[in-house]
């Protein structure tokens, strides 16, 4: 006992000398925890903003309600008009509004037609276009919008029930008919004619609150949803399609970044100086390193790639170019990403902790794991900082949308542009000679 | 072939080199003598080129030495101190490595490797991994790896460390058949006996400086006296240290007491005080002076603390 004691001990001591290791070691689930917390922690209030375009061209009065009613929930940020290339904001119209859920500006559109609600009808009729690039916010964007505008044609339906019997039998009558429609609703569902409250046109989210299950499902029948998948259609699995790209980052930046402290390790046997005493410099050997974690890590991506397309019938070969293309951006990207960790850590253990707590937290806010767009906005604001975010939204175009390359040159461009200045920044600490 | 000129290495919390300055001729065994810690290492990583110094210069031939001029090292070899060796490889494939970084000719390589191999005796284990070596074949091994380019300037950080007296021969009648052939040497170590043997000229290096240089001779000759006396510990002399004290200055080094003799030493007169006293003949010994007194007599320090 007592030497299994003085073992522990043993193992403490040494943790407890890299303060660095150490503080890594309590940080990174912290930190992790705090991102999760956020973006599923009030559970009630669920994600917020998520882009829907919109476009109402109807005249109808619920029309304008259900515009009123989206643009006043906290899920959806509704997005009205496009900007065209001269930087106009244009509005949209039938056509370019799928245009740009096609294109992955957003996830899902709604239209509300020209004849989405007519005196004559009861039904309401609408249009509702998505792109399924992310099934979680697919579930969450039509789960809110169901609710929304169910919550809206109870209003709607009695208006023009209640519109329709004042034009055919006059004011007073009409008024007489409301009373009677009432007392058919209250006996019809079974409720106290005293808790029916016709909504009025001016209290609209009032109205969410206060339909009744029942009704909503009777409405149901009344609502014409017409919804249509824009992209994806023809994908064999869609599910490994959108997630290889995060998996492939992750393997990636794991094995890039244990390659990358195998520097340490050199150092540490003397071989480092060894290298160093024969004529090479420091530059070449970062050079070097840099070029083999590269193609290291293109390999890696390229089997993970082709075996995704036999096992799961990933579809690689329409769009090979644009693949291979974000293939080598990603591994330098993700190369980069290694060395930093090497330049800018004093020990192995420094350098392994760091880059477990950055592969996670890039993977997490980067939207490896969940959507983007669950995330509260400064987070959303960081995962445009990360290489798995550009890397995986690169992948999603190649793979999901079938983008030419010229859709992915601004991924392509962030890519490069994250490993310049990384690079840079770990051979100017490399040139310090902190770590040999 | 080397001219260390006012060389000084801080760290940042040590000075590891102190204003140095040294020569080394064209074919020369020099030999860098100090205890741990002196600064030894820290030398040979100037002389390499892996560190840059904070002050003085340093040129090797008729180039000058620093961390960016690779054409420098193209004709050292360095032996570090630690086993620079990939453990998980074999012997010859870690030759091969480190050979590669020299664009040496293909046949010329593989001749060479086995050549260097054979000499320190490891041809018969160069396919096994290193991992599977012993403490002293890695050291073999380590020293051979700074061979394969045949620089004509070799230095060897403490290459011996860990080898049995035999292979340590062998490792000494290959370095001296290297210098015969015309290589200059640098070794450091602390065993003063390797100093002895192998090296034409020796600095003593501590804290930082040069305490003395010279050939062998000119060192000993730096003792006031010819002979070194040491009285072996016991019950019998420890009483008697005032007594010893009368004929020179005496130092309590672990076992035994090392007299250093005074001007007016007699060697008759000592000892026949001492039998007078009682002391058995047969706990002092005389011996040649030796570096190791010279450091002792230089620094008041045993060379091996
Ligand atoms: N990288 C370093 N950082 C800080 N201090 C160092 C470094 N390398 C050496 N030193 C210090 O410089 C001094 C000289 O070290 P050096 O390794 O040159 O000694 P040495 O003579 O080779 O000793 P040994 O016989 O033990 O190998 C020591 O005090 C050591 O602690
Ligand atoms: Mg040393």
């Not at chain 2, 290495?9 to 080394?24: D, R």
Request: charged share 20%; with cysteine.
């Amino acid at each position: 006992m007592k030497t299994v004691l003085a073992l522990i001990t043993k193992e403490y001591k040494l943790f407890l000398s890299d303060r660095v290791a150490m503080g890594l070691t309590f940080l990174i689930p912290i930190f992790l925890i705090a991102i999760w917390g956020s973006i599923f922690g009030s559970a009630d209030s669920g994600p917020e903003h998520l882009g829907l375009a919109f476009l109402n061209a109807s005249s109808a009065p619920i029309g304008r309600n259900i515009e009123k009613v989206l643009d006043t929930t906290r899920t959806f940020r509704l997005v009205k008009s496009y900007q065209d290339e001269r930087g106009n904001q244009i509005p949209f119209d039938t056509v370019t509004i799928k245009d740009y859920v096609r294109k992955g500006n957003a996830s899902a559109a709604l239209v509300i037609p020209p004849d989405a609600y007519t005196d004559t009808s009861i039904g309401l009729k609408l249009k509702f276009y998505y792109d399924p690039k992310n099934e979680m916010e697919m579930r969450i964007i039509q789960g809110v919008l169901t609710q929304t505008i169910m919550s809206q044609l109870p209003g709607a339906f009695i208006e023009g029930m209640q519109r329709k019997a004042v034009r055919f039998l006059g004011l007073d009558s009409g008024t007489a008919f409301n009373t009677g429609i009432k007392s058919l609703v209250s006996r019809y569902f079974n409720i106290d004619t005293g808790k029916i409250v016709f909504p009025s046109l001016t209290d609209t989210t009032a109205a969410s609150s206060r339909e009744s299950k029942g009704g909503r499902d009777f409405f149901k029948n009344v609502l014409d949803f017409e919804s249509e998948q824009l992209v994806g259609k023809n994908i064999a699995n869609p599910m490994a399609t959108r997630s290889v790209g995060g998996w492939a980052m992750m393997f990636l930046m794991f094995t890039l970044t244990a390659s990358s402290v195998s520097l340490f390790e050199e150092k540490q046997s003397g071989v480092v100086l060894r290298i160093l005493a024969s004529p090479i410099s420091r530059v070449q050997i970062l050079w070097s390193k840099y070029l083999y974690n590269m193609s290291l890590g293109f390999v890696q991506l390229t089997v993970l790639f082709v075996f995704g397309s036999i096992l799961f019938k990933i579809d690689v070969l329409s769009n090979l170019a644009g693949l291979i293309l974000l293939l080598v951006a990603a591994s330098m990207a993700c190369t980069s990403f290694g060395m930093l960790l090497s330049a800018v850590s004093k020990t192995q253990s420094q350098a392994r902790g760091l880059g477990t707590f950055l592969i996670l937290a890039m993977s997490s806010i980067g939207g490896a794991w969940f959507p983007t767009s669950f995330m509260p906005g400064f987070i959303q604001a960081f995962s445009k900082l990360t290489l798995v975010y550009w890397s995986m939204d690169g992948f999603l175009q190649v793979l999901w949308r079938g983008a030419p390359v010229v859709d992915i040159l601004p991924n392509l461009g962030v890519l490069v542009g994250i490993a310049a200045v990384i690079t840079s920044v770990s051979v100017l600490q490399f040139k310090k000679g902190h770590v040999f | 072939m080397i001219r260390i000129n006012d060389v000084t290495k801080k760290f940042p919390t040590v000075t590891a080199l102190q204003n140095i300055s040294l020569t080394v001729a064209d074919g020369e065994f020099f030999g860098l003598l100090g205890p741990n810690g002196a600064g030894k290492s820290t030398l040979m990583n100037l002389l390499i080129g892996y560190l840059d110094p904070d002050g003085g210069e340093i040129t090797v031939g008729d180039d000058k030495v620093t961390r960016d001029n690779l054409e420098a090292r193209k004709n050292i070899g360095l032996v570090p101190q630690s086993l620079a060796l990939y453990d998980d490889i074999s012997a010859q494939e870690n030759l091969e490595i480190f050979g590669s970084f020299y664009h040496i000719e293909k046949r010329t390589l593989r001749h060479r490797i086995e050549e260097r191999l054979r000499a320190v005796e490891l041809y018969d284990r160069r396919k096994d991994r290193v991992s599977t070596f012993s403490g002293g074949m890695k050291r073999r091994l380590n020293l051979i790896a700074s061979l394969l380019h045949d620089p004509s300037l070799l230095l060897c950080d403490e290459p011996t460390v860990g080898v049995d007296p035999q292979s340590r021969n062998a490792i000494f009648d290959y370095l001296e058949m290297l210098n015969c052939a015309g290589k200059t040497i640098v070794y450091t170590t602390h065993y003063m006996e390797e100093a002895e043997r192998l090296c034409t000229r020796i600095a003593i290096i501590d804290s930082g400086t040069i305490i003395t240089e010279g050939t062998l001779d000119d060192l000993l000759a730096k003792l006031s006296y010819e002979e070194s006396i040491s009285i072996i510990k016991n019950s019998s002399t420890i009483g008697k240290l005032e007594l010893f004290r009368q004929f020179g200055t005496v130092i309590d080094d672990d076992d035994r007491f090392e007299l250093k003799p005074n001007g007016t030493f007699r060697l008759s007169s000592f000892f026949k005080s001492v039998e007078e006293q009682g002391v058995s003949t047969r706990f002092i010994e005389m011996s040649k002076p030796t570096l190791e007194a010279l450091f002792l007599n230089l620094t008041g320090r045993s060379l091996r603390d």
